[in-house]
């Protein structure tokens, strides 16, 4: 069983910066496939990023490709989200998402463990 922790959300000012982290525990993560979703509220959880197990592939969100980046430390069981350039539209409930593959999925479905989900509200 993997316990999933996200933390590193706020309140920033279009243009502004964030980093979020998502701490995993209870298992290694370093065989899985990790990502990051987010759901605004009213809306339905949409895919952010995602990170292959030893880090050579990345895939981003139309959306956020260019301004965020993902990274992971599987040393230290970390995931790291960096957002730049935040838009009010990025506001939403950020969650750190796990899953027992190789393959990258870009729907939350396929996704084993989830994270209780960190808030970024980015003000215009």
């Known amino acids: ?4 922790v996200e933390s590193g959300g706020g309140l920033v000012q279009a243009g502004g ?3 979020l982290s998502c701490a995993a525990s209870g298992h ?3 065989a899985y ?3 990051w979703f987010r759901q ?3 809306k339905e959880r949409e895919f952010v990023a995602a990170i292959s197990w030893n880090s050579d592939r990345t895939y981003y969100a139309e959306s956020v490709n260019g301004r965020f980046t993902i990274s992971r430390d599987n040393a230290k069981n970390t995931v790291l989200l960096q957002m730049n350039t935040l838009k009010p539209e990025d506001t939403a409930v950020y969650y750190c ?3 027992d593959n190789i393959n ?3 729907l939350p479905d396929p996704y084993d463990y989830w ?3 960190t808030q970024v509200t980015v003000s215009s």
């Open 40 to 42: 605004a509220e009213g």
């Open 17 to 19: 910066s964030l980093r």
């Open 104 to 106: 990258i999925n870009i």
């Open 1 to 4: 069983q993997v316990q999933l």
């Open 115 to 117: 994270g209780q989900g």
């Open 33 to 35: 496939v990790m990502a």
């Open 97 to 99: 998402a796990a899953r």
């Open 28 to 30: 290694t993560i370093s």
